[in-house]
């Protein structure tokens, strides 16, 4: 049984926040961080106002006027690309009264008109006019009002946006992470491209359940999905190779981002993509990059705080290959509304037997697939439990102590050049929870009061 706290609301929250940081290596938590309404409201500020965001992927923005609806947070932003093809996060609001000027989710235009009073801004950010300029706005001058707009870089055509105005590149954001993005979404010469609008739904959990779920975790798969395995009768795939899973895992941590991933022996594997793919391989993809993506089966990952991503062939026959990137977007405490891109190589995007194998795969995770219904019904379970005063005034702690000194001797460092520059385990999917460490600590160290411009 955990000991009594003193319970103090004015420093309640440092309190926590410190304490996280200072039990991360041990394996230990409170779990009151999971769901708490005042930690809600930091992470709103220290999070998701400090740190790179995913907004979406550059396919969706292929002609001059496309934009789509995103958010940083809670905060609305419009991605669009400008007449001159310079790609832009604009806050939706007014530089008036700061209404809302965008009333769809995506679309093209060349400008964004005010429905409050008709101010309206060109595609790039720069005030174009208002009703009766001359009359009511004699002495403005124009040039100096423009949308707000965030920090947007991209990588291997992935958009990310930022809040704040200093801090690190998005590259130095990600790291050594680079380095597995490049065999996920730099694969072919062509690259990826998003397949459709993407999906979203809302559930009642908190974001940071499901980004840990998908930074590395296929322990739970052996409880939580057991049912939706032993399904028979389908074919398997490339999973039928491995005769044994956690042998076949692996789990790559960086200071800051995760993955996990399955190796078959086959070098010619390549996620059950067709045999072509191999003959459009981008060149820049270093030797140990096309090996491990040829040998590859599955990955999935996170990188901090809230885009996870996907890409292989499901197991149990259900579809695939395909590539998802998911958004978990902060709705509250307690809530979350998650978005769902599908996208695929370039290359096959006119393949008509591919396309339908792939998006079986996308679909078997979705609120109506095989397996998103186990998953929610388990974090919408924890975030209740989690938000629990009991574990507040109790100082209740989680475990996370998995490949921790002598906890499991199964978990085994990998020291070659084939699996990157990330600290990789053996086995680590099922016996090791580094993934589910580094994204704590990566939280804290954005959580705390100095952490300002660490991100």
Same mark, same amino acid.
């Given at each position: ?60 923005f ?16 419009i ?17 008036h ?34 009703p ?9 001058d ?7 707009? *965030?920090?947007? +870089? $991209? @990588?291997? &055509? ?10 690190? %590149?998005?590259? =130095? ?34 974001w ?34 491995l ?21 078959? *022996?086959?070098? +010619? $594997? @390549?996620? &059950? ?10 060149? %820049?993809l270093? =030797? ?5 993506f ?10 901090f ?63 109506g ?17 989690? &938000? ?28 070659d ?24 600590r ?14």
């Open positions: 049984m955990s000991k009594p706290r003193n319970f103090d609301e004015s420093d309640n929250i440092s309190e926590i926040i410190e304490q996280t940081g200072a039990e991360i290596e041990t394996g230990r938590y409170p779990l009151a961080i999971t769901n708490n309404r005042d930690l809600y409201e930091l992470e709103r500020r220290r999070i998701f106002g400090r740190a790179w965001i995913y907004l979406g992927h550059v396919s969706e292929a002609e001059p006027g496309d934009y789509a609806r995103r958010y940083i947070g809670e905060d609305p932003f991605v669009t690309r400008d007449e001159t093809g310079d790609l832009h996060a604009f806050l939706d609001s007014c530089m009264r700061g209404a809302q000027f965008c009333t769809a989710e995506n679309g093209n235009t060349s400008h964004f008109r005010c429905p409050y009073h008709g101010w309206t801004y060109k595609n790039d950010g720069s005030l174009q006019g208002m009766h300029m001359a009359e009511a706005y004699q002495d403005l124009e040039e100096e009002i423009s949308l707000e707009e *965030a920090e947007l +870089d $991209t @990588y291997q &055509g992935l958009v990310f946006g930022r809040i704040a105005e200093e801090g690190p %590149d998005l590259e =130095a954001y990600l790291g050594d992470f680079t380095w597995y993005l490049d065999v996920l979404f730099g694969t072919t010469e062509a690259g990826m491209t998003v397949v459709g609008e993407p999906h979203r739904w809302e559930s009642d959990h908190d940071k359940i499901s980004a840990d779920n998908f930074s590395g975790d296929s322990y739970h798969v052996l409880t939580t999905h057991q049912a939706g395995l032993e399904t028979e009768n389908l074919a398997r795939g490339p999973w039928e190779e005769d044994d899973f956690p042998a076949a895992s692996y789990l790559a941590c960086t200071d800051r981002h995760s993955m996990g991933y399955y190796l078959s *022996a086959d070098a +010619d $594997t @390549y996620m &059950g993509y067709p045999d072509e793919i191999a003959d459009h391989l981008d060149d %820049d270093t =030797a140990e990059q096309r090996e491990l040829g040998r590859s089966v599955f990955h999935f990952g996170t990188v705080p809230n885009m996870s991503i996907i890409h292989g062939i499901q197991s149990g026959g259900w579809g695939g290959p395909w590539a998802c990137i998911r958004k978990w977007n902060p709705r509250g405490p307690g809530t979350t509304e998650t978005t769902s891109w599908w996208l695929i190589p370039r290359e096959f995007a006119d393949d008509e037997s591919f396309l339908e194998d792939s998006h079986r795969g996308w679909e078997s995770l979705s609120p697939g095989a397996f998103e219904s186990d998953d929610l019904t388990i974090w919408e379970g924890i975030s209740e439990s989690s &938000g629990a005063v009991t574990h507040e005034l109790r100082d209740t702690h989680g475990n996370m102590q998995q490949g921790i000194g002598a906890m499991t001797d199964e978990v085994e460092p990998i020291d050049p084939l699996h990157g520059p990330a600290e990789v385990t053996s086995k680590g999917l099922y016996f090791d929870e580094r993934n589910s460490r580094t994204m704590l990566s939280w804290y160290e954005l959580m705390r009061e100095d952490g300002e411009g660490s991100a």
